[in-house]
């Protein structure tokens, strides 16, 4: 069997560990016949695992590809032929709900005028609803090509800001005119208008992620064109690391006025198809657990900003996530009581340490690398959660409830990429502040949902604390990782002072019962 068809089963088997040993002691044997191992590769796998593959897994992207339809076909060939395939796909939610297709387009050697298309770009800070976040396409032309439509050509399954190019668009052009020909591989994004929001962003960017499974493509060789109005945000760092790591992210005004041919241009799958949102999880049993899909992607991110590889905390480590209002948001879902919160973790936890995270306040890799150092998440819901995929590979998410909110799509994106999950729930009526909710954390109840996290954290990786937030020091004297660290270097580590370097004597070991002689 070639190396590279093992390798490649290996990358879609490996949140499966007992298959991935299998594939693992067996990528550098060609004696080994290719019949069972690479026909049915999730033989070993259970009904709900296969089904969890098939909804989460990079296996969506094998049956992504396999949609593909010829929507524009050019009579001959030649090098610079036009062609629109389109992947139109009902998803397996969407299935179960009676809802339609999602669909994402590769063109190639289709022209656009960006002569026809405006928009200013909005200031940050500045409030862009719906209807106004797309670039605004004057009605004439735009979008032309020297193909012609197929029978498979359905316009109503395009994406609603792909629809606004489709509508005019004007095939079968013997010569199509351009003073431009982009030779690299362009991926069209059209930004909703809560693309500074990382849950709403994160649904763009799987996306994205997905797409470029299911074709294949090289993002080294890929730009990314933003095609919309909105400002520019953090996560633009991201884009350009994670999709365009060569050529870069870009807007509209990069061509001026021309007329552009692109050799290859991808129509993005636009983000109400992303499997992050509510209805993808549902408050019915969710029993999926580490998709290959997601864990890919949160590794591609990781690797692109050099953090895969970050050693896990030598004690838990919890991220308090805190949202603060400015003069140009007034954010929602304040934690009302967060100093109490706070004097409590600080009072009661022992031997961990603690770090308040203000996302809106830092960079893109600022955020990733002080998540990625944590492997307890703490916040109110909100998109600031989303974090939780990047956290350390073994990491606890514990979401505060508001009273009125039932949705689980944070518990959803902690369980597919392989986290662990505690909620709690505010029976406090939120305050109002304006437009907007702050919420009240009962201290009680949060210390004793703390308490199960950092008792969890404790266990990971070589961790051997069997206690929560008060651990008594013999049991910190057994554990000779902890002990080593508290002697050299305890600094941030919260209420070290009763656990004397040496001197204390750890919990006796031996076995109590002695047989007479």
Known sequence: MQNRTIHSMVQKVKSFPYLLNFYESRKNDDSIPPTRVEINRLAHLTETERECESRYGLQLADDWRRTEEVWCQSKEESPKAASLKCYPYQQKHRLDRGKG???FCVAENFVIDFSLLFGDIAQEGVKVFYQFAYLDILSNVALQAGCQRTESYTPDLFGAHTRKFFDNFQDNIAVPEFQVYEEKLTYFLPRDEDCENAFHSQADFLNMFLVHQALETDLAEQQVLLMDKMPNT??????????????????HTRYGGDRVMFKKLIFHLESPAALVFPETATKAPQRCREATLFDAYRR????????????????PTA????????????????????DAVLDAIRREGHVMKLQIIDLASMSYREQLT??????????????????????????????????????????????????????????????????????TVDISEFLATLNGAVRLARSYDAGTLECGLDCAPALVARDAV????????????????????????PLDRTFPCVVPV
């Open 482 to 505: 902890v002990m080593q660290h508290l002697r050299n270097d305890s600094d941030g580590w919260l209420n070290v002072q009763r656990y004397p370097a040496t001197g204390t004597p």
């Open 319 to 338: 991220a308090l996530i805190v949202r603060r209002r400015t003069l140009l948001k007034n954010v929602g879902r304040v934690l009302a009581n967060e």
């Open 101 to 103: 297709k999602d669909m």
């Open 300 to 315: 591609h991110v990781l690797e692109a900003f050099q953090l895969l590889h970050v050693p896990a905390p030598i004690v």
């Open 234 to 251: 953090p996560f633009n760092e991201l884009l350009h690391r994670v999709f365009a790591p060569v050529h870069g992210v870009h807007r």
């Open 370 to 439: 002080r998540i990625r150092q944590s492997n307890i998440l703490i916040g109110v819901h909100g998109a600031g959660l989303t974090s939780i995929m990047f956290a350390a590979d073994e990491a606890v998410l514990v979401e505060i409830h508001p009273s009125y909110r039932e949705d689980r799509h944070f518990r959803h994106l902690a369980r597919l990429t392989g986290k662990d999950y505690l909620p709690m729930r505010s029976l406090t009526r939120e305050t109002c502040f304006q437009t907007s909710d702050e919420v």
